[in-house]
């Protein structure tokens, strides 16, 4: 029986590619059990090239919220139609609608991180009970609160593992990686949107501004909720 640890493994990956990163993931579980989720930044639509590259089993999801701006629907539509991978689109319990009959109107201005829980992290924590391990874009510079994330880890929060592939990836390193590998990413990229969530939560932000600094501008809120290691 093994006696490596999960920590000792996450630090083995510390010199390893983001690609190497998966196959150890496709390696140490079911792929039809490991997730990547992907909202249609300019990580995950990196995340998903290189994944199609390795395995068609690993299951991509996304959180449709209601909320999201067209361009990423539209770089949603266009990468499962390039991907021979299964995109699966998760849905909230409550319709906008239903929301706003009981929660009032505009949860996003009012709550945010009510909104951000109903529409985001609960569907999250449904959708990731079905698997053992899942996959995400983050990286340690992308934001204070990020900056210990692992490469591998336990996730407490909801209860499987947690790769983490391009953690210790640059902006630069991710945006050569699209360019060299013409990866479908999200329009918005383009005008001012260096990191991309919900319409009403989303803002461009002036070249030099922390990437950040766009989302829930208004707000103390940096995060979804959904990175509990971050
Ligand atoms: S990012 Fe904004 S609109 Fe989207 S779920 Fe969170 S609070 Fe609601």
């Not at 021979?84 to 909230?92: K, R």
């Not at 409550?94 to 951000?116: F, N, T, V, W």
């Not at 609160?145 to 880890?153: L, V």
Request: glycine letters at 6%.
């Amino acid at each position: 029986m093994s006696t490596v640890t999960v920590e000792e493994e996450d630090q083995k990956l510390e010199d390893a590619t983001p690609q190497e990163i998966i196959e150890f993931a496709i390696g140490r579980f079911e792929p039809s059990k490991i997730a990547l989720a992907c909202s249609f930044g300019a990580e995950d639509v990196a995340l998903v090239d290189m994944v199609s590259k390795i395995t068609d089993e690993i299951q991509v999801f996304s959180l449709d919220t209601g909320f999201l701006f067209w361009e990423t629907e539209e770089t949603q539509r266009r990468l499962s139609d390039r991907y021979n991978l299964s995109f699966e689109v998760v849905h909230p319990e409550l319709s906008i609608m239903a929301q706003a009959e009981k929660h009032g109107r505009q949860l996003y201005l009012s709550d945010p991180g009510a909104c951000c829980n109903l529409n985001k992290v609960v569907p999250l924590e449904q959708t990731l009970a079905k698997y053992d391990a899942w996959i995400t874009g983050i990286r340690r510079d992308q934001a204070p609160t990020r900056a210990n994330s692992p490469n591998f880890t336990w996730d407490e929060r909801f209860g499987l593992y947690k790769f983490n592939p391009l953690v210790r990836w640059t902006e630069d390193e991710v945006w050569d990686y699209i360019q060299a590998n013409d990866v479908i990413y999200n329009p918005l990229h383009d005008r001012g949107y260096p990191s991309i969530g919900c319409a009403p939560c989303t803002k461009a932000v002036a070249p030099g501004e922390d990437p950040r600094s766009g989302r829930w501008a208004a707000f103390e809120k940096t995060e979804c909720g959904l990175h509990a290691d971050s």
